[in-house]
C-alpha cells in the first residue's frame, strides 16, 4: 500500500507509448501495472499546486485564490487568443505569462475522435497529442508566442472542431481523415498574415496506446463519487487508465487527489 498524490501521468513516445506514475519518488511504469488488479481509495483530501489541502477543490482542481489568482488558472490558458504578454499588458503576473507565452507554439491537427485542431507549446507537441488519446497528429503552423496560434485556431475553428469526444476516444471509435490533405485544404483558407506561419514539410506521427481491449460502454470512476474501487487493468489512452468492466479512470481530472494505492 503505498500514500499517492495523484498527477498527471508521465509519457515517453514509443511502440506503445509508455506511461509512468510518481510512487516514493520513483517514476513506475504503469505499462507494467496491465493485467494486475488496482485498488484505489480516497479519503476526502486534496492538495492543490500551492499546497493547500482541502476536502474538496473550488474549481479545475485548484483552491479558491488560486482559481482567482493564479497565472497557470487564468483565462488564456484556456483561450490562447486572450494573452497580452506579446503586448507587455499582465493578466495575472507579468512574468511568469512572459516565460510561458512568449515562446514558440504550435498549432496542430490531430485525430482522437475525430480531427480536431489545438495549441500547445513547441516542446510539448507529442505528449499533448498523447494526453488527449490522438492517435495521429500534424503540425500546421509554428508562431513566435502563444497569441499569435491563439488567432490560427480561432480562425480554423470556423472549419474545423477543437473538441475531442472522449468516449468514442475511449473505444477506439475514431473518424480518420487524411491529414495531409486536410492540411492543405485549411493552409488555403489562411490570409497572407497568418499563412506565413505555416509549416509546410510537416509530417503525420501515429500513436499506438497500450490497450488490451477497448471498452464496448464507457462507465466514468469519479472519486467525489465512489472513492474507493479496485479492478483489473486492461489498457491505458490519453490519461486515462481502462478496466475491465468497462470502467475508466481520468488521472489528469484527479491531479492532487491524496490516496492509497495497491497492486495485486
Known sequence: ??????????????????????????????????????????????ICS???????????????????????????IFKPELCTAHLNIEERNLEWEKKF??????VYLSISSGLKVGVTRKNSLVSRWIDQGAVEGIA???????????KIEVFLKNYVSDRTSWIKMLKGDVTRVDLIIKKNELSSYLNPELKKYLLKNSSIN???????????????????KNNQFKLKLIGIKG?????DNNKVFNVRRHKGYLVDFSIT
Open 101 to 106: 507565452q512568449l515562446q514558440p507554439h504550435i
Open 140 to 150: 500546421f503552423a509554428e508562431t513566435p508566442n502563444r497569441y499569435l496560434a491563439g
Open 50 to 76: 500551492c499546497g493547500r489541502k482541502m476536502k474538496k477543490f473550488y474549481r479545475q482542481n485548484f483552491c479558491y485564490d488560486c482559481f482567482w489568482n493564479s497565472p497557470e488558472a487564468s483565462p488564456s
Open 206 to 224: 501515429n500513436i499506438n496506446f497500450p490497450v488490451k481491449k477497448f471498452p464496448e460502454k464507457v462507465k466514468s470512476i469519479v472519486l467525489d
Open 239 to 243: 490519461q486515462y487508465l481502462i478496466f
Open 1 to 46: 500500500m503505498y500514500k499517492l498524490l495523484i498527477d498527471k501521468m508521465k509519457t515517453k513516445y514509443n511502440n506503445p507509448i509508455d506511461y509512468y506514475i510518481m510512487i516514493n519518488n520513483e517514476w513506475c511504469s504503469v505499462n507494467n501495472l496491465i493485467g494486475k488488479s488496482i485498488s484505489i481509495s480516497w479519503e476526502n483530501i486534496v
